[in-house]
């Protein structure tokens, strides 16, 4: 069963890089005013802010902080560089819990030439590494199964059942995952899936947008919804059939739609979010 | 445990789109001089010849057919558009019988914005409708997985389960399955769904290229082996250990590559091959 359409934007949640050419501040004032209600913070916009008061500066203006974006990147050859990667993940943790952000997304990383399970096993140890940070901070660890033609160099974890296997293997109330339509749309095993996250009480994120054809940059080309072929809908009704009642997290890289006029964009998705969400 | 080391040429097969500068002829004569064993000829090379005639010219040649690639295409919103397509696939099997090919490879299709379960019921439809007439010309259908990322528009069939359950339900001595590393390697289910085709007879044919790092085109950019990621000789591995005794087939669509001189380009196929698969 699709889910029932949208009718508001009281779950509609923003990603900073959607509209990239702006800065954080200027991103919080045009979603307020839009009556966008979430934000979804990449760390990128953080760069030599005050965390605190960037966090602050959402609340003030009526927007809830859903996601730090992004975390991960765990795998590498030497120790020293996993090691690398775990700091910058306690870091990560830290900004969360400065903007008042209830969990870090995690692009888990690869290698190229190393071995997919060499590198999820690193993805597994550079999680766990953290998972007392992430307690002490309050903040959760969302894995982020990505497509596997971003397997060779940005992520080892593919579909949902890993990130769902991962998050088994882990046992740990602070991890859980991101369901991202871009990645998982295609997998004929996502509804049992979605399912076993949603039960478990591990679903922390939904991620949508659309996948267009031809797709013509594998990286930013992301279609607004509707401008594709995903089954959105759908996929959001399995999300909520689990009880899950957080955002619709709107993340679209596009080199087209950074091209074009931002509060046109604005509207563009605030229309799209509506009819083909 | 990883296949050993190849150390002659006898399981060496190149497909003619390998090699795309050159025609039907210039392959043939071109991949027998090169001590190449086998060919598998992709149909718009076939045009306009009597194929007939190509068949026993691959054979005088010294070259063993390996596959006719590629049918398929079968989903389509309109059922008389499926019928076309139906009829097509007969012909390919027409086509594969003269030129004395054991199977035609199945790229199975799929419709931008047609829902993947039903693109994948008219796949099952479609080739249970070209069943008798592969029984009569004694020439198989191998189903070929593709990698997610053509799920929107070349093929709802994305993983070696979903072909291998495919056969299962059609249970048909006239269908089975073509391993290519280059849709597939990402895939922790890979090394199990192998062994599960290649124990019930249904591993037909095995593809081998490399993924690159970056890959900048989604269709052309495919590498030589050696020039990316996967572990080559480990599939491989896997794929003999089931008693698999066919071709490794060298399927390689690149810009790159066909923009190279092709006969300085079948040398360094023959050193890959050697070497890193």
Partial sequence: ???????????????????????????????????????????????????????????????????????????????????????????????????????????????PGQALDESRKQILDGIAACLDHARAANVKLAIEPLHPMYAADRSAVNTLKQANDMCSRLDDPYVGVAVDVYHLWWDPGLKKEIIRCGKAGKLLAFHICDWRTPTVDMLNDRGLMGEGCINIRQIRGWVEQTGFNGFNEVEIFSNRWWAADQDMFISEIKRAYLQCS
């Avoid at 959607?18 to 913070?41: L, R």
């Avoid at 802010?49 to 959402?58: A, F, L, Q, Y």
């Avoid at 020293?80 to 990560?92: E, F, G």
């Fill in 1 to 111: 069963m699709p889910a029932t359409r949208l009718t508001d934007f009281s779950k509609l949640c923003l990603h900073t890089i959607t509209t990239k050419p702006w800065d954080i501040e200027t991103a919080i004032a045009k979603y307020a005013a839009a009556k966008v209600s979430g934000i979804t913070v990449w760390r990128q916009w953080l760069e030599d802010r005050d965390h605190n008061k960037v966090g602050n500066t959402i609340r003030e203006a009526g927007l809830k902080t859903v996601s730090l974006c992004r975390g991960g990147f765990f795998p590498a050859k030497e120790q020293k560089n996993r090691q690398i990667a775990i700091d910058d993940n306690k870091r990560a943790i830290d900004e969360a819990a400065a903007i008042y952000a209830p969990h870090v997304v995690l692009v888990c990383g690869a290698v």
